[in-house]
């Protein structure tokens, strides 16, 4: 990262932070004395991948199709470790709306369709995903795995307990068997405490949304040098050391556009939970400020290098480049940043592999 770069950007974001209640303080958390060249210089446009042109043309005939709307997103996530990343297609955040799951094996299949409100939940401790969805007095949900590229249910489960007050008989079902209400939250407990990640509706379909999700997020991992895994690594498990595993999360998003990930940590998914964001300077990490953003994750508008929460209207915005804030609006390319791996010893393996 360019020191006058980061120079030049803290002033600007001391001065905005300034006036959104925010400091700008840089912290060193992390550092090396090991001299040796940090950056590998490597482009992660240069990074190919096999499934890369057939996701990035399935989302081109997605957006011409008539599921798509303006309402529309896309996910790209690893939902079975097994290194390759599926696509999910969500048309909108409806009650009743499913994602299509897609992988690529020789070519691009297709998984299932999945969720509802457009999502569904990714439980790394149990490598499963599943949803919930909540109708007039009823309740259905399911949870299964990835497995040799077919989705198998492990679980589904029903009841109708708010039509009790209707006089329905009420009913407690797991996999179509009628069972007592102690046995159907015994089955359950297990998918309803494990801490998720939502999953399909992270990426617009703007231009440059495309191209990011495609061409920069899973090339991190060939990007960063062995010391700025570490470096970026250690820092978290540090962290992971102090405070019980929860619902915090972390994610690498290039938020400057320099080709170097910025880590923007995630402390939980409630409302007044906001994200840190860490960067990079020679083996370094340091901390960019207080929190922002809301419900544990930030927005990111990938075209104006702005990232941003939306309060019902109500946008904080940010940015670690000279962008002028005062004229932000928001274009057709953004992401939701913060929670692609949840804060574990495993996630972060994950991450730096």
């Known amino acids: ?67 798509y709307s303006i309402n529309s997103r896309f996910d790209i996530r690893d939902i079975n470790s097994d290194g390759i990343p599926e696509l999910i297609l969500s048309p909108n955040d409806d009650p009743m709306t499913v994602c299509e799951i897609y992988t690529y094996t020789d070519g691009l299949e297709k998984v299932t369709d999945m969720g509802a409100y457009g999502v569904f939940r990714l439980i790394p401790q149990l490598g499963c995903v599943g949803y919930e969805y909540v ?20 679980v589904t489960y029903y009841n109708n307990a708010a039509s009790a007050a209707g006089g329905a008989v009420i009913k407690y079902e797991i996999n179509s068997e009628d069972i007592s209400l102690v046995e159907y939250e015994d089955k359950l407990k297990p998918y309803r405490e494990g801490a998720s990640i939502a999953v399909g509706r992270k990426y617009t379909f703007g231009k440059d949304a495309i191209d990011y999700a495609i061409h920069c997020s899973e090339s991190w991992g060939a990007v960063l040098s062995d010391i700025q895994k570490k470096s970026y690594s250690t820092l978290l498990s540090d962290i992971l050391k102090k405070s019980p595993e929860n619902d915090a999360a972390f994610e690498l998003c290039d938020l400057d556009g320099n080709n170097l990930p910025e880590l923007i940590l995630s402390t939980g998914v409630a409302e007044d939970s906001d994200c840190k964001i860490y960067y990079l300077s020679d083996a370094a990490v340091s901390d960019l400020g207080n929190g922002c953003g809301r419900n544990g994750f930030i927005s990111f508008d990938l075209k104006s290098k702005t990232f941003f929460s939306d309060n019902n209207g109500d946008i904080q915005c940010w940015s670690m480049t000279s962008s002028d804030l005062s004229k932000f609006s928001k274009s057709k390319s953004c992401m939701d940043c913060g929670r692609k791996y949840l804060l574990t010893a495993d996630g972060i393996e994950s991450a730096f592999l």
């Open 135 to 154: 109708g007039e007095g009823f309740t259905y949900g399911e949870y299964g795995q990835l497995r040799e590229k077919v989705f198998q249910k492990d």
């Open 1 to 67: 990262m360019d020191p006058k770069k980061i120079t030049a950007s803290a002033l600007a974001f001391a001065a905005l932070l300034t006036s959104f209640g925010c400091s700008a303080k840089k912290e060193d958390t992390e550092s090396s004395s090991e001299p040796v060249i940090i950056n590998t210089g490597i482009d992660p446009q240069s990074v190919v991948f096999d499934w890369q042109p057939l996701y990035e043309q399935k989302l081109a005939d997605y957006k011409k199709s008539d599921a």
